[in-house]
């Protein structure tokens, strides 16, 4: 029961609360709206109430990391959180995971130096969420550990820190604390090292459970939209009965003094980036992290950052970076430039030196701007319940227990004067604190194809002779999925009736929803359509750099006038190029977006398009093109692209190939720029969205002045791609020599977005690869054979045609490339052959049909839907009838669809590992 700290009044006894069940009831603090409980077994609990969400956000969180691990067990920590998903005493093997699926949006896990957490996102329903408190007590009191998934785990730990590994910046920050802790304290990386993984016992794992999974020792956060009166009965009722343990004691860190550092200088060749890194570290100082909080933008943010205007704008480097890792035993800044291989590396560095170390000190507009941009993040994240959950969580670790130091932190923040910013900053970015990285592409000799040689299976979990459990209550899911398909409907018929959709005399459409969002915002989609295939051949690097700078500067406004407007406004709006036309998003505080909304128009309608920031991008573009393709992924991405080609060089809808980007960019002038929006940036082909708390009619007037005379003579018509069928291919392309590879697949088949399969489809993808644990590639390639740490699988489906495909990708451990591809094959034949069965079916149409409910909850995403929505001349209620297709699929109809679109005699597969053979690209079959 709940520790009693002072008592209830008697009208709150009164309102619906037993005695039996909450006479304990009490508050330990309450501040901002968020309550801190504790039962005399001392489990922690945070509500952070929020009505106006539409999910909850829980995360467990365990006061306990990989700086408790053993000495010579490094990574003990971590293997214990991925075995803490294989059952409990009372949820017994894979029903623990299963159940997790039903009842969440998503489920996930992270152990870091000094915590482990098991977050969850689930609806606001209350068997949704009593079902997560109850599983999460039961990881708490009930976990079984069976040394039978032991082994396959730790395979599968490996393949995660093969890919972490794989990171030039994780190399490098490894080598860092090793330089400063050797192998202890944060010189053991929490994800542990194969030989010490290996000699974890079993008797070990449970030692460390036992010993710091308890509730004395653990804090549960919750936040979002829930019944605090339920939630609480629900935590008191599981997690009381759980008894304290004498805790051990915590693993101490020493006081870290960075200048007596040995090895301050660490060189990384691995991947295709030069970049020059300088981290400034010292020990504990909580009084100066506030201020070293705002070290990123005040250096890095465009345009006003000091690092960023002294390296960038002066073509020293090509970016900048810049980031904070501030922690109860730590304060950490990095600093980072990215340069070009035309570039002087020892420039590079003088210039990052001189631009942090030797800087003119800030001055009181810029502090300003970077407080109001704090605040503006601040309120959003209030307004977020994943966001804001995991921020209490952070700082409950961080500050052992006292989250509202967040609080006291944001309030610091506004209280700054720049004489302190300037001091700390200055003592804080010195010499003696500095370790300098050097970041180098793989050399030359790293990139040639090595023989393979045959390596002993490593041992997995064999589970052929084990029947996986079923899946219980089928009526169940077919409850839930008649519950969310009368959701749905109401959802989208409420909505439909809000929204008013038209169009001006020119041929801009708009639809108009006007409704109070989540956060207080109001939204605005501008898609702007133009051209031909024709018309814009070869002007695909011309659109690009038209989208980058329509919005950086006007006749009137600076880029600098642009970006503290958005600030103020507590917003923005970015432009991006999309197929043979731009999106224009913009997004501002209710009370402030009719002024920013006709800003940000004024700026698009008189744009300066500055030779200097053209000359800007051209070389950062440049930059970023002049590079080696060699890292796994890239170069499986190009094959496949090249497998699949059927368009010629210059046509919009040509893959990315980097010879003839550099062409088209190098031949690029401001001209062309001027001359593409002259000629097509117009509105008469466009669709407007606007989504907020507004008057539809002063919304309109808005759009009629400033759209309505916006014309363009040139003719438009979409690009669309058509089906196309391709005999199988596997193709084993070389990559540089890297601890993991990529496999990429593809199969197409005749089906767009609107054919009467897809439904049948969608719930065979989601049976195939939706859940990283539980889906039939999960089993296969990650849960049995431990090939992969991470995979993917998809449909992607043409909107305007019978044109689709289904798309498969992993990393995998370099050398078992025939595996991964024998296992996919494994999966999809066996599919073909047995189907998929009732329980999948059911389970996957319900969680479908979950997340479908859950994204029309939130305004913000049927914002997303409505301009596409325009250009087909859709409403909300087309929708409907999707829904309702999902509902009625059976076992019989995915099976017909699996039997008549998936041939694994028409996939394409390409794998790339240091195994490989090279792939010229002009000699990739077409």
Not at 732 to 758: I, K, N, V
Not at 778 to 806: C, H, P, T
């Amino acid at each position: 029961m709940l520790i009693q700290m002072k008592k209830l009044t008697l009208s709150l006894c009164l309102i619906g609360f037993s005695a039996g069940s909450f006479a304990q009831t009490v508050l330990l603090k309450s501040e901002h709206n968020i309550e801190e409980y504790k039962l005399d077994n001392g489990f922690r609990v945070l509500l952070a109430p929020n009505d106006k969400e539409n999910k909850v956000f829980v995360n467990t969180v365990y006061m306990t990391g990989s700086l408790n691990d053993p000495q010579g067990k490094g990574g003990l920590a971590h293997l214990l959180e991925h075995l803490a998903f294989k059952g409990t005493q009372n949820v017994k093997g894979e029903e623990f995971q299963r159940r997790l699926d039903q009842y969440t949006l998503m489920t996930n896990a992270s152990t870091d130096y000094y915590s482990t957490k098991y977050m969850n996102i689930v609806r606001p329903e209350k068997n949704a969420l009593n079902e997560v408190i109850y599983l999460e007590a039961e990881r708490m009191d009930k976990l079984v550990l069976q040394e039978k998934f032991v082994p396959s785990e730790i395979n599968i730990v490996m393949r995660e820190r093969e890919v972490r590994m794989d990171q030039p910046f994780a190399v490098m920050m490894d080598q860092m604390w090793k330089s400063a802790y050797g192998n202890q304290y944060m010189g053991r990386l929490p994800i542990g090292d194969l030989a010490e993984l290996k000699s974890i016992k079993m008797d070990e794992l449970n030692q460390f459970y036992k010993a710091w999974y308890a509730p004395n020792n653990a804090v549960m956060v919750i936040s979002g939209k829930f019944d605090k009166a339920e939630v609480l009965k629900q935590i008191d009722k599981n997690f009381s009965k759980i008894p304290a343990r004498k805790m051990p004691a915590q693993a101490q860190v020493p006081v870290l003094d960075s200048a007596k550092i040995q090895n301050r200088n660490f060189v990384v060749q691995k991947g295709s980036d030069l970049a020059k890194f300088n981290i400034y570290l010292n020990g504990k100082n909580e009084k100066i992290r506030t201020v070293l909080s705002l070290a990123p933008p005040l250096y890095s943010m465009q345009p006003s950052g000091h690092l960023y205007q002294s390296i960038v704008e002066t073509g020293t480097a090509t970016a900048v970076q810049s980031t904070t890792w501030l922690d109860r035993d730590f304060n950490l800044v990095f600093m980072g430039a990215v340069y070009a291989p035309d570039h002087q590396a020892d420039k590079v560095q003088t210039g990052l030196i001189n631009g942090v170390e030797k800087t003119a000190p800030f001055n009181e507009t810029e502090l300003k701007r970077v407080q109001n941009m704090v605040q503006n993040q601040a309120e959003s994240i209030q307004t977020n319940a994943a966001a804001l959950g995991s921020r209490l969580s952070d700082y409950y670790v961080s500050y052992q227990g006292d989250w509202t130091q967040y609080f006291k932190d944001l309030e610091r923040i506004q209280k700054l004067n720049v004489a302190e910013v300037n001091s700390t900053l200055k003592d804080f970015l010195i010499p003696a604190h500095r370790i300098s990285g050097d970041i180098k592409p793989t050399p030359e000799d790293q990139k040639k194809a090595l023989q393979q040689e045959k390596k002993e299976q490593a041992q997995t979990l064999d589970q052929k002779s084990e029947q996986a459990e079923p899946l219980k209550n089928v009526s169940e899911y077919k409850k839930e999925v008649r519950q969310y398909l009368v959701r749905s409907g109401q959802q989208l018929e409420k909505n439909e009736q809000k929204i008013q959709r038209g169009q001006l005399k020119n041929g801009l459409k708009y639809a108009l929803f006007p409704v109070a969002t989540q956060d207080d915002k109001t939204y605005a989609t501008i898609n702007v359509d133009f051209g031909t295939a024709e018309s814009l051949f070869s002007k695909d690097e011309i659109i690009d750099f038209t989208s980058y700078l329509l919005l950086r500067a006007s006749d009137k406004y600076s880029l600098q006038n642009i970006a503290d407007k958005s600030i103020e406004a507590g917003g923005g709006a970015v432009a991006s190029a999309a197929g043979n036309g731009m999106n224009i998003q913009i997004v501002a505080k209710k009370e402030k977006f009719p002024e920013f909304f006709q800003y940000i128009v004024d700026v698009m309608k008189n744009p300066a398009f500055e030779q200097s920031q053209f000359d800007l991008i051209k070389s950062q573009t440049l930059a970023t093109l002049n590079r080696p393709y060699t890292e796994p992924e890239t170069v499986a991405a190009l094959t496949i692209a090249r497998l699949i080609e059927v368009y010629q060089p210059g046509d919009l809808r040509y893959h990315f190939e980097p010879d003839f980007a550099v062409k088209q960019v190098k031949a690029a002038s401001r001209d062309q720029v001027v001359e593409l929006y002259k000629k097509f940036f117009a509105m008469n082909n466009a669709q407007v969205a606007l989504t907020g708390d507004f008057k539809s009619d002063e919304m309109l007037k808005l759009l009629q002045k400033n759209f309505e005379g916006w014309n363009s003579e040139q003719p438009y018509q979409r690009l669309n791609s058509e089906f196309r069928s391709y005999s199988a291919q596997k193709v084993h392309a070389l990559s540089e020599q890297r601890e993991f590879g990529s496999y990429q697949a593809l199969q197409t088949f005749p089906m767009g977005a609107d054919h009467l399969d897809t439904p049948a489809m969608m719930v065979f993808s989601y049976i195939l690869g939706n859940s990283q644990l539980s889906s039939r590639l999960a089993q296969e390639l990650r849960e049995k054979n431990a090939l992969v740490y991470g995979f993917g699988s998809s449909i992607q489906l043409d909107d305007w045609s019978d044109s689709g495909a289904l798309t498969i990708n992993a990393n995998y451990t370099a050398g078992k490339s025939a595996e991964v591809s024998q296992s996919v094959h494994k999966v999809l034949e066996k599919l073909l052959k047995s189907g998929v069965t009732e329980q999948e079916v059911e389970a996957a149409k319900a969680s479908i049909m979950k997340k479908r409910v859950t994204s029309l909850e939130d305004e913000r995403n049927i914002h997303k839907m409505l301009a596409p929505q325009l250009e087909r001349n859709r409403d909300l209620l087309f929708r409907k009838k999707r829904d309702q297709a999902i509902s009625k699929l059976t076992k019989a109809d995915v099976d017909t669809v699996i039997k008549k679109y998936i041939q694994p005699d028409h996939l394409v597969e390409v794998m790339a590992d240091q195994y490989g053979q090279p792939q010229d690209s002009a000699a990739v079959k077409k």
